[in-house]
């Protein structure tokens, strides 16, 4: 059963062009002198069991094979996307590759992106890990990274963990992902 999360936004949409412009109350606030728009982030919806059950919040835990004589390929996952539209600005994929044992994210974030700043993932307020953009196609733009042992423990006991990228108007946007379950999910993959 896929889970969703409520990650808090405050995004000012304005489509131009071929890009978009947001930003985060909390880390825009004095920057932006206009009042943004509050839009609920949520995850998509997902397939549930019950039809009439509400959809529970958090990072999700899957596996899968490409045969039966393959090896299980197992990761967590979150995502963000907006209540009234639907549209994923984030989702973080970690995966643990039966190869090697160690965790890698990819992260999916919106098109419109000021590619050559890339983005920045950081647990609460700890270190700041550089993401560099790697590809962008119809669906979104894609960044991935080792997850180090430090990192995955920070992730294990925080709070919340921070995606950073900027949008064509060089502005930046922090989009909050809970860690509430994510030990718990992560200990089912690993």
């Known amino acids: 059963m896929k889970m969703k999360t409520t990650a808090p936004l405050a995004i000012l949409l304005a489509l131009a062009t071929l890009g978009w412009s947001a930003s985060s109350s909390a880390q825009q606030a004095s920057k932006s002198k206009a009042t943004p728009r509050a839009a609920q982030a949520t995850p998509s919806p997902a397939p549930s069991s019950q039809s009439d059950a509400p959809p529970q919040p958090g990072w999700i835990a899957r596996c899968s094979s490409p045969s039966r004589d393959a090896p299980l390929e197992c990761a967590v996952e979150e995502t963000a996307v907006l209540t009234k ?3 994923l600005i984030v989702l973080v994929n970690i995966r643990v590759p039966s190869d090697t044992h160690a965790p890698v994210a990819l992260v999916q974030l919106p098109l419109g992106l000021n590619l050559p700043v890339g983005a920045k993932l950081q647990v609460d307020d700890g270190k700041v890990v550089d993401l560099q953009i790697q590809t962008c196609e119809n669906r979104g733009c894609y960044a991935n990274t080792p997850i180090t042992p430090d990192m995955l423990t920070a992730m294990r006991s925080g709070k919340q963990l921070k995606v ?10 922090t989009i909050p992902m809970p860690l509430a379950d994510f030990a718990a999910a992560y200990d089912k993959i690993k």
């Open 85 to 87: 539209t639907g549209q």
């Open 164 to 173: 950073a990228f900027q949008n064509l108007t060089k502005e930046t946007i």
